[in-house]
């Protein structure tokens, strides 16, 4: 009967008037609730939290101060405090004590230091709320918190809105819905929420990548509570590959620049040797009907292009190409004939490539991408034939020589009389290409290449800040002198030795700039050549 | 994405305000029992891993709110559920009157592709109090009528049959998830030069 008493009263009271007794006497406060851990741990053993009820303690905590928005213009204002709730309310994950044998222990990620503590998250759901990956964690295991984001994203939805970001605790939340799918990315990086959605943009081409966008819509069309992760089991690799690119992998490595730059990077080759191999392509490629794209690449880098013409590749499409070359140990083996759909050249449909090395003996990989489905004995004798004509003309060896030494020791060789200059990016603007020496000391440890992502980012942020972009930055910092600078024709990015000064850099620069100017076909391919 | 076998089933529990959704979610998951009545607002969210025929299931259940202006997400909470809880109180003969509405709703809202034949539970709750005021025949002929959904008599407060209803609650989910093949019709080759890959797309900046 007590239950209904209290049912009553709660009925006739008002709306305000009834979260205030939602916070008494068990319920936390926002602001706080992160910092007391220890106790809410406790706490929320016992309760239910509701995602709502925190969402609106919220906007009306921040309707006075709405000081919580920090890029203006966002429609985020107030939803700062949901972003704990966020933490909050996903609580009631199940502790099953009671479990049933047989099943392999609950486990709880969002009370895991290692797992809260991590760098950056990665989610993908369905619109329904269903989980298709997590970066870190059993997808399973974390039900409720994608439950909370698509309660946070519908909720936005409903006043005709749509939630950009979340800005709480040193963390920034970033989201993105494309058909069917809500994508969120979270860090305590330096990245932007701009440079996040990039990223989430990468994810989304993955996974039309590999089911195309009419397969999935149609699936989601059908059953609105597909389960994705039927379709995509077997492919896990490639989406933590693509999101293992910068230092929260906790690897060293170039990557996060070409994608911070929407770039690719190129394999650095003597002009003469480079145009031996696109016309070995082109002369064994140029009778095959329906043939779109030829692609050869070495280490991540790309060695050549030759395409059909009126058609050419868009960088995101070439790294789902990097990426599923990268984290594919059978292509090495045996040739392979794979569909693949490169989104920004056609969304609706896959493209079928030949991938092979071109020799035991030489590790860069050809791919040759047609729309015909029965091509693959037409592509597999051109690329005999290219390799043959590549062997018998010593390309192969030049490949190798630049493969065994790599090639910033011999960049930062020629760039001498520059010792002070630690690292840079240029990128010209005709083509999505980048240079990127890769990392020497003190960069080559975690924490230093930390703060070098940081820095990088903070100026790429700014320069293409949509609403007010910088064309020349020079920062003294503590540990180095930054330089960012956007001309018409290229981008360049530039970190020196603390104790430079500015004549200096100036000097150093024009130095760079000339000396790259004059290798700019070694490391750049201005045209890429057709059938 | 991990393991072809594990399945996720999106569970949405309705019903009128104080019946004891909230409680049933609660003795379900946390083999806990309150009280104390606060009212949901929004939606509350609740995991449970369970094992229906060998097969590990992890139930992602949906607590909505029962009072109708806390009702803010209708249709995004609906939607893509694989099976409704429609929970009524034996004592309160309105609550069950109104599970009409409730499936009505559902139905609308979630639109889903086979409304015949969606899975739907009924459960009769609070049958550990005395004032029963639906009898159990009342409650079977309406289910009967609704194409045979299965109805169970649950108490939140003494965990009666809570466990069992949620175990049926699973089987008939997944059996309809078993049902649905893959579709496996692939997409169509590329016509080049057609609209999708039009050589002049501008959002072809290139390499």
């Not at chain 1, 006075?64 to 928005?69: E, I, K």
């Not at chain 1, 083509?431 to 930390?450: D, F, G, I, W």
């Not at chain 2, 309150?34 to 259940?61: H, L, P, W």
């Given at each position: 009967?007590?239950v209904?008493?209290?049912?009553m009263r709660s ?6 008037e009834?979260?205030?007794a ?11 609730s992160?910092?007391?851990e220890?106790?809410?741990?406790q706490e929320?053993?016992q309760?239910?939290?509701s995602i709502?009820?925190?969402l609106r303690d919220g906007?009306?905590?921040t ?6 928005s920090?890029?203006?213009?966002q429609?985020t204002k107030?939803?700062?405090a949901?972003?704990e709730?966020?933490?909050?309310s996903?609580?009631?994950?199940a502790?099953t004590e ?7 222990e ?6 895991d230091?290692?797992?809260?503590g ?6 993908i759901?369905?619109e ?5 990956f997590?970066l ?9 918190l994608f439950?909370?984001?698509?309660a946070l994203v ?6 005709q809105?749509?939630i950009?970001s979340?800005?709480?605790?040193g963390?920034k939340?970033?989201f993105?819905?494309r058909s069917?799918l ?6 305590r990086s330096?990245?932007s929420v701009q440079?996040l959605?990039?990223q989430?943009?990468d994810?989304y081409?993955?996974?039309l990548?590999?089911?195309?966008y ?5 699936i989601?069309?059908k059953r ?6 039927r ?5 896990e690799?490639?989406?933590y590959n ?5 230092s929260?992998s906790?690897k060293?490595?170039?990557?996060i620049?070409?994608f911070?730059t929407n770039?690719?990077l190129?394999?650095?080759l003597?002009?003469a040797?480079r ?8 002369s064994?490629c140029?009778k095959?009907k329906?043939l779109v794209f030829?692609v050869?690449?070495a280490?991540n ?10 058609y ?5 499409d070439l ?5 599923l070359?990268?984290c594919s140990?059978?292509?090495k083996?045996?040739?392979n ?5 490169l989104?920004?050249?056609d969304?609706?449909g896959?493209?079928?490539?030949h991938v092979?090395?071109?020799?035991n003996?030489c590790?860069?990989?050809l791919l040759?991408?047609?729309?015909d489905?029965?091509?693959f ?8 034939k290219i390799t043959?004509?590549?062997r018998?003309?010593?390309?192969l060896?030049?490949?190798?020589e630049?493969?065994k ?8 060789q020629?760039?001498?009389?520059i010792?002070e200059l630690?690292h840079?990016l ?7 290409q980048?240079l990127?020496?890769?990392?020497r000391h003190?960069?080559k440890s975690?924490?230093e290449?930390e703060r ?6 903070d ?7 949509g609403s007010?972009p910088l064309?020349l930055?020079?920062e ?9 600078w ?9 970190v020196f030795?603390p104790?430079?000064d500015?004549?200096?850099v ?5 130095k760079?700039?000339?000396w790259?100017?004059k290798?700019?076909d070694?490391y750049?391919i201005?045209?890429?050549a057709?059938? | ?10 569970v949405i529990?309705?019903g009128d305000?104080s019946v ?6 609660n003795?379900y998951v946390?083999?806990r029992?309150?009280?104390q009545y606060?009212a949901?607002?929004g939606?509350d969210?609740c ?5 229906v025929?060998?097969?590990?299931v992890?139930?992602q259940i949906w607590d909505?709110?029962?009072?109708e202006?806390f009702?803010?997400?209708g ?7 694989d099976c409704c809880v429609?929970?009524?109180?034996v004592?309160?003969?309105n609550?069950?009157k109104?599970?009409d509405?409730?499936?009505?709703e ?7 592709r086979?409304?015949?034949h ?11 109090l005395?004032?029963r005021?639906v ?5 079977q002929?309406w289910c009967?009528s609704k194409n045979?959904?299965p109805?169970?008599e ?10 069992m209803?949620?175990q049926v609650?699973a089987?008939n989910a997944?059996?309809l998830?078993a049902?649905a093949e ?6 169509d080759q590329?016509?080049l030069?057609s609209q999708?890959?039009?050589p002049g797309?501008p959002?072809?900046?290139q390499?």
């Amino acid at each position: 009967m007590e239950v209904e008493q209290t049912s009553m009263r709660s009925d006739t009271n008002s709306t305000s008037e009834y979260l205030d007794a939602e916070g008494d006497p068990d319920a936390i406060e926002p602001e706080t609730s992160l910092y007391q851990e220890a106790d809410f741990e406790q706490e929320a053993e016992q309760q239910n939290h509701s995602i709502i009820s925190e969402l609106r303690d919220g906007l009306d905590a921040t309707r006075d101060t709405s000081a919580l928005s920090p890029e203006p213009g966002q429609h985020t204002k107030g939803l700062a405090a949901s972003a704990e709730s966020l933490a909050l309310s996903t609580s009631t994950s199940a502790k099953t004590e009671d479990s049933i044998s047989g099943l392999e222990e609950e486990y709880d990620y969002q009370h895991d230091s290692l797992w809260r503590g991590q760098k950056k998250h990665i989610f993908i759901l369905s619109e329904a709320g269903k989980p298709i990956f997590s970066l870190h964690g059993n997808e399973d295991k974390l039900a409720t918190l994608f439950g909370v984001i698509q309660a946070l994203v519908s909720f936005v939805q409903l006043g005709q809105d749509a939630i950009t970001s979340i800005h709480a605790a040193g963390i920034k939340f970033a989201f993105m819905q494309r058909s069917s799918l809500i994508l969120v990315a979270a860090t305590r990086s330096n990245m932007s929420v701009q440079q996040l959605q990039l990223q989430l943009g990468d994810v989304y081409n993955q996974i039309l990548s590999i089911l195309t966008y009419s397969h999935m819509t149609k699936i989601f069309e059908k059953r609105k509570n597909f389960d994705l992760r039927r379709l995509l089991s077997g492919s896990e690799r490639l989406f933590y590959n693509l999101l293992a690119n910068d230092s929260s992998s906790a690897k060293v490595s170039n990557n996060i620049f070409t994608f911070l730059t929407n770039s690719i990077l190129v394999f650095p080759l003597a002009t003469a040797i480079r145009s031996q191999i696109t016309s070995a392509i082109q002369s064994n490629c140029s009778k095959i009907k329906n043939l779109v794209f030829a692609v050869l690449i070495a280490n991540n880098k790309l060695i050549a292009l030759v395409r059909m013409k009126k058609y050419s590749i868009h960088p995101a499409d070439l790294r789902m190409i990097f990426n599923l070359v990268e984290c594919s140990e059978s292509f090495k083996s045996s040739e392979n004939w794979s569909p693949i759909c490169l989104p920004k050249f056609d969304m609706n449909g896959y493209l079928h490539a030949h991938v092979s090395y071109l020799a035991n003996d030489c590790q860069a990989c050809l791919l040759l991408l047609s729309v015909d489905r029965d091509a693959f004995f037409t592509l597999a004798e051109a690329k005999a034939k290219i390799t043959e004509k590549l062997r018998k003309n010593h390309c192969l060896e030049a490949i190798n020589e630049e493969l065994k030494q790599p090639f910033n020791a011999k960049l930062y060789q020629q760039v001498v009389g520059i010792p002070e200059l630690r690292h840079f990016l240029y990128k010209p603007k005709s083509t999505a290409q980048l240079l990127c020496p890769t990392l020497r000391h003190p960069y080559k440890s975690l924490v230093e290449l930390e703060r070098l992502e940081a820095i990088y980012c903070d100026l790429l942020h700014r320069i293409h800040n949509g609403s007010r972009p910088l064309k020349l930055i020079y920062e003294v910092k503590e540990r180095e002198v930054v330089l960012a600078w956007a001309t018409g024709t290229y981008e360049l990015y530039a970190v020196f030795e603390p104790v430079v000064d500015k004549a200096t850099v100036i000097k150093y620069v024009d130095k760079l700039i000339k000396w790259i100017e004059k290798e700019y076909d070694v490391y750049f391919i201005r045209n890429h050549a057709t059938f | 994405m991990s393991g072809r076998k594990k399945s996720l089933l999106k569970v949405i529990i309705l019903g009128d305000s104080s019946v004891g959704k909230t409680s049933l979610m609660n003795q379900y998951v946390n083999k806990r029992f309150s009280n104390q009545y606060k009212a949901t607002i929004g939606a509350d969210f609740c995991t449970k891993e369970v094992v229906v025929n060998d097969r590990v299931v992890t139930m992602q259940i949906w607590d909505t709110a029962g009072q109708e202006r806390f009702q803010s997400l209708g249709v995004a909470f609906y939607r893509g559920a694989d099976c409704c809880v429609l929970v009524y109180d034996v004592t309160a003969p309105n609550s069950f009157k109104n599970l009409d509405s409730w499936r009505d709703e559902f139905l609308i809202q979630a639109s889903p592709r086979d409304p015949e034949h969606f899975p739907f539970v009924v459960l009769g709750n609070k049958v550990d109090l005395d004032n029963r005021q639906v009898s159990t025949r009342r409650a079977q002929q309406w289910c009967q009528s609704k194409n045979d959904i299965p109805y169970y008599e649950t108490s939140a407060k003494e965990g009666i049959n809570v466990e069992m209803a949620f175990q049926v609650i699973a089987k008939n989910a997944l059996e309809l998830e078993a049902e649905a093949e893959v579709i496996n019709d692939f997409p169509d080759q590329i016509t080049l030069g057609s609209q999708n890959n039009r050589p002049g797309n501008p959002d072809n900046c290139q390499c």
